[in-house]
């Protein structure tokens, strides 16, 4: 766990930045793709969703949440990424999707610096940081 300062620019420097995005986007496809067949399936992507915790606290308190609605918002994400509607998420169905999400990240962010607490050392946000770091400074071994 870390706590990095960032921006809307941080953000979108990284996605810019397309050997970086897609050597970041790739690594983290390649985790959630357990059984290695090159595509995600909706219980591939629904095991990476559950790791967010997004339905067990609400401000602190626990709340549960009705099974029916938790899998519909499952699968209206998994829709959102299969754009070609083939049943599974293709590593460049799922760089497309993720650009899209780390921009309205940055949009969301503006320009006004946030500190942010990174739980994932490998997330796409501290790979953002990380690149805006070695930019700033420069490259090594000259002098």
Not at 1 to 10: P, R
Request: glycine share 8%; hydrophobic share 45%.
């Amino acid at each position: 766990m870390g706590v990095v300062i960032l921006d809307g620019s941080t953000v979108r420097s990284f996605v810019a930045d397309e050997a970086a995005f897609a050597r970041g986007v790739d690594e983290r496809f390649a985790a959630l793709d357990l059984n290695g067949d090159g595509v995600l399936s909706r219980a591939e992507l629904r095991r990476a969703l559950e790791t967010f915790r997004l339905f067990e606290t609400h401000f602190g308190a626990d709340v549960i949440t009705p099974p029916a609605e938790v899998s519909a918002l499952y699968d209206s994400i998994f829709e959102q990424f299969d754009t070609d509607h083939s049943g599974t998420i293709d590593r460049n169905e799922f760089r497309e999707e993720m650009k899209r999400i780390m921009l309205a990240i940055a949009d969301g962010l503006g320009s006004s610096p946030v500190q942010m607490v990174v739980e994932d050392q490998d997330s796409l946000l501290q790979k953002a940081v990380d690149l805006e770091a070695e930019k700033l400074a420069g490259p090594t071994g000259s002098g």
